[in-house]
């Protein structure tokens, strides 16, 4: 059992940066492949960043690469977004998502969901 608790959203300015934490329980967490999904009012919920435990590869949606940077620490049991360079667009609950295998997060069906942290750019 994973339970995952997400930080760091507020309202920002269009060009600022901010990063979100995740929390994880669970004695095992080091052993779970983790990625942040986002969902926009009125929109489908999409993959926004995964990272591997394994071997910490790095996977990333079009819309943010080369402006988000995901991490994690398994010594603190905490996975990382860092968000450079915001959008407007990128205005979205955000979700931390866990799941032993990376296939299931890039499938958006991961067996762990946290509650979500607001993001809001302003322009």
């Known amino acids: 059992q994973v339970q995952l608790v997400e930080s760091g959203g507020g309202l920002v300015q269009a060009g600022d940066s901010l990063r979100l934490s995740c929390a994880a329980s669970g004695r095992t967490f080091n052993t779970y492949d983790m990625g942040w999904f986002r969902q926009a009012p009125g929109k489908e919920r999409e993959f926004v960043a995964a990272?591997?435990?394994?071997?910490?590869?790095?996977y990333y949606a079009d819309s943010v690469k080369g402006r988000f940077t995901i991490s994690r620490d398994n010594e603190k049991n905490t996975v990382y977004l860092q968000m450079n360079s915001l959008k407007p667009e990128d205005t979205a609950g955000y979700y931390c998502?866990?799941?032993?295998?990376?296939?299931?997060?890039?499938?958006?069906?991961?067996?762990?969901w946290g509650q979500g942290t607001q993001v809001t750019v302003s322009s």
């Open positions: 998502a866990a799941d032993p295998f990376l296939l299931a997060i890039q499938r958006m069906s991961p067996s762990y």
């Open positions: 990272i591997r435990w394994s071997n910490g590869n790095t």
